[in-house]
């Protein structure tokens, strides 16, 4: 694409010096007009090109950047359990009914330690254990609307 609009330049460029000169001849200011009038042609082609070169070098910072990403994810070490200091808040107890991880949203079944979806820790004091999917007990006081 960039050999185009260069070749594209060129020919412009040419076709604007052979118009000044024949003209030029024949009345100065019509020349100086033509010379003006090309060169406002010339603009967007020339900005066009110096775009191409600005996502050609966006190009290489991604993937230089990408490369970099990929070095770093191989470098990092899997993470060590964490020591809790509240004891009362320990992880890895299964829960004894449905809960909601606080996390993601997702509703998980009795008996799992993780949530299935983002794998975060149930906890019985973070993780409540009543049933998400249940509703709730309304009061006799508020009529529903109709």
């Given at each position: 694409?960039?050999?185009?609009?260069?070749i594209?330049?060129?020919?412009?460029?040419i076709t604007?010096?052979?118009a000044f000169?024949?003209?030029?001849?024949?009345?100065?200011?019509?020349?100086v007009?033509?010379?003006?009038?090309?060169?406002?042609?010339?603009?967007p082609?020339?900005?066009?090109?110096?775009?191409?070169?600005?996502i050609?070098?966006l190009?290489?910072?991604?993937?230089?950047l990408?490369?970099?990403l990929?070095?770093?994810?191989?470098?990092?070490?899997?993470?060590?359990?964490?020591?809790?200091?509240y004891?009362?808040?320990?992880?890895g107890?299964?829960a004894k009914?449905?809960?909601e991880?606080?996390?993601?949203g997702?509703?998980?079944?009795?008996?799992?330690?993780?949530?299935?979806?983002?794998?975060?820790?149930?906890s019985?004091?973070?993780?409540?254990t009543?049933?998400?999917?249940?509703?709730?007990k309304?009061?006799?006081?508020?009529?529903?609307?109709?």
């Amino acid at each position: 694409m960039r050999k185009l609009l260069i070749i594209l330049l060129v020919i412009n460029v040419i076709t604007l010096a052979i118009a000044f000169i024949m003209s030029l001849v024949a009345t100065p200011l019509y020349a100086v007009l033509l010379l003006l009038l090309g060169i406002l042609e010339l603009i967007p082609i020339i900005a066009i090109i110096s775009c191409l070169d600005d996502i050609d070098k966006l190009k290489q910072e991604n993937a230089m950047l990408s490369y970099r990403l990929k070095k770093l994810e191989n470098e990092i070490l899997p993470e060590e359990p964490v020591h809790n200091s509240y004891p009362e808040l320990a992880y890895g107890e299964p829960a004894k009914a449905i809960w909601e991880c606080v996390k993601c949203g997702t509703v998980n079944k009795a008996g799992t330690t993780h949530c299935s979806h983002c794998k975060a820790p149930y906890s019985p004091f973070i993780n409540p254990t009543d049933d998400p999917t249940k509703k709730k007990k309304r009061s006799r006081w508020i009529k529903d609307k109709k």
